[in-house]
């Protein structure tokens, strides 16, 4: 395996993750990042770097943003994030990766990408469902603003320093664990 593979799915999980908490806002960057040449996709992936899909995936980024400021309409926004999440992350490892089998690349693209984009709007639904039970919705605009720049932050770190956003997601997997664990309530036994 070599350096720029190894360096490929760094990207595409930092995407991946990013993609958990925002699925436009790293399709958009990662198409400007192809756009100017900062990063080279698959030859299948080329279109991502046209100026139709970059202008469509920047306006879809700004809607995407704007409606998570809106409570309740998050929490649909949410119903629906997980499988587009899912998705997301699986075509990002795809367009990112190089020089492996197509059966390495799906296998990747579909546990590292598809899972680890699942895994992260998982807990972001359910921490926005919390803030709505709580708040009544009045917290998910913060709630938004912190997951909107952890999406910022990832992409631009996955973009720029693919062996720092692996990295980071094991520390968001971190917390995502520790809030699991501190939330989790033991269950009581039965004689």
């Given at each position: 395996?070599?350096?720029?593979?190894?360096?490929?799915?760094?990207?595409?999980?930092?995407?991946?993750?990013?993609?958990?908490?925002?699925?436009?806002?790293?399709l958009?960057?990662?198409?400007?990042?192809?756009?100017?040449?900062?990063?080279?996709?698959?030859?299948?992936?080329?279109?991502?770097?046209?100026?139709?899909?970059?202008?469509?995936?920047?306006?879809?980024?700004?809607?995407?943003?704007?409606?998570?400021?809106?409570?309740?309409?998050?929490?649909?926004?949410?119903?629906?994030?997980?499988?587009?999440?899912?998705?997301?992350?699986?075509?990002?490892?795809?367009?990112?990766?190089?020089?492996?089998?197509?059966?390495?690349?799906?296998?990747?693209?579909?546990?590292?990408?598809?899972?680890?984009?699942?895994?992260?709007?998982?807990?972001?639904?359910?921490?926005?469902?919390?803030?709505?039970?709580?708040?009544a919705?009045?917290?998910?605009?913060?709630?938004?603003?912190?997951?909107?720049?952890?999406?910022?932050?990832?992409?631009v770190?996955?973009?720029?320093?693919?062996?720092?956003?692996?990295?980071?997601?094991?520390?968001?997997?971190?917390?995502?664990?520790?809030?699991?664990?501190?939330?989790?309530?033991?269950?009581?036994?039965?004689?």
């Amino acid at each position: 395996m070599t350096a720029e593979t190894v360096i490929s799915i760094c990207l595409g999980i930092g995407l991946s993750a990013s993609v958990g908490f925002r699925v436009f806002l790293p399709l958009f960057a990662l198409s400007l990042a192809a756009y100017f040449d900062v990063w080279a996709l698959n030859e299948s992936w080329q279109w991502v770097a046209s100026t139709p899909a970059l202008v469509t995936l920047g306006v879809a980024t700004l809607v995407e943003v704007f409606a998570y400021f809106i409570p309740y309409v998050d929490n649909l926004l949410d119903s629906m994030a997980i499988p587009l999440a899912a998705l997301a992350g699986t075509a990002v490892m795809l367009s990112t990766v190089a020089d492996l089998s197509p059966v390495i690349t799906w296998a990747l693209a579909i546990i590292a990408g598809g899972g680890t984009a699942s895994i992260v709007a998982g807990s972001s639904s359910t921490t926005r469902l919390a803030s709505t039970a709580t708040t009544a919705g009045l917290a998910n605009p913060l709630v938004a603003v912190v997951e909107t720049g952890t999406s910022v932050v990832m992409s631009v770190v996955s973009i720029f320093l693919p062996f720092l956003a692996l990295v980071l997601v094991v520390v968001i997997f971190f917390i995502i664990y520790k809030i699991y664990k501190k939330f989790k309530k033991p269950v009581a036994k039965t004689s």
